[in-house]
């Protein structure tokens, strides 16, 4: 079960996932539940070997940014993320340098745990660590932890200045939904707070299934997707937000964005069970 495609062609970034798959959240559409009972039981524990060769085949086959997701909460399991960090210093020597090097998270144990973040965060910088991507479903904390499934949620900016503290840039993963944000007005009034509290950038992502698709439901509607489409085309010069629809799925259709999942599967799509 523990292949690697060898026929990687014009790749641009690879994924990997790490960690044991627990979670700190409980969001009713999981994507990455689905793959946990592929995960490790334990923090620490890595196929070295098929990270190691996944990481220098993806590089020598075009890719040069990689990302660390997760079928939980990556920072659950820092052991198992200190680890690829040491695999990735390995691949140093034989001239493989990942950059950018991203981090997802829900940012919940950033936000709580300060321990955690003064232990681990700078060490990750130190090793190649660029920025923190921290899923963002709503600025108001109450519906943020209404949806993320828990009884509250961090001060996002207290997760945002901890990311700093540590020479991190933190990129908000805002995702667009009727149960939160469901028009341009919303979206404006959230993208300028996220600007006035110094998130670096902005990715948005209507919400989508388990099957990888937009919901049809839970998403916002063609017409307010489009608004929001012209409106980042139109006044976000000077701030960094990138909307993402289906066309911009292009780029993992063709195969330019893999993800190394824990069952051992280099795919395209988190459907791949």
């Known amino acids: 079960m523990h292949e690697v495609n060898s026929n990687l062609i014009n790749m641009d970034s690879l994924s990997l996932f790490v960690g044991t798959g627990e979670c700190n959240a409980h969001c009713a559409h999981c994507a990455g539940k689905i793959h946990r009972k592929y995960a490790p039981k334990e923090d620490g524990i890595v196929d070295e070997n098929l990270i190691f060769k996944t990481l220098k085949d993806s590089y020598f086959n075009g890719a040069k940014s ?3 997701s997760s079928s939980g909460e990556p920072t659950l399991s820092p052991k198992s993320v200190s680890k690829i960090f040491e695999i990735i210093q390995k691949c140093k020597d034989e001239g493989i340098n990942y950059s950018p090097i991203n981090l997802y998270s ?3 144990r950033i936000g709580k745990d300060k321990n955690f973040c003064d232990k681990y965060l700078p060490l990750w910088k130190n090793n190649g660590l660029s920025a923190v991507y921290v899923t963002v479903h709503d600025i108001n904390e109450k ?3 209404k949806i993320y499934g828990v009884s509250n ?5 207290i997760v945002l200045l901890r990311i700093h503290d540590a020479n991190l840039l933190m990129r908000a993963n805002l995702v667009l939904s009727k149960r939160t944000i469901d028009s341009l007005e919303k979206f404006v009034e959230t993208i300028t707070h996220l600007k006035k509290i110094g998130v670096d950038f902005v990715s948005v992502w209507p919400i989508r299934g388990i099957d990888d698709k937009i919901d049809p439901i839970l998403s916002p509607n063609e017409n307010e997707l ?20 289906e066309k911009n799925r292009k780029v993992y259709e063709t195969g330019k964005k893999l993800t190394l999942f824990p069952d051992g599967k280099l795919s395209n799509t988190w459907c791949n069970y």
């Open 66 to 68: 990689l990302s660390l």
């Open 143 to 145: 519906n943020n932890a």
């Open 226 to 245: 489009g608004k929001i489409e012209d409106w980042v085309a139109n006044q976000c010069t000077s701030f960094k937000v990138k909307l993402l629809r």
């Open 153 to 157: 949620y961090p001060n996002l900016e």
């Open 106 to 108: 829900n940012g919940i």
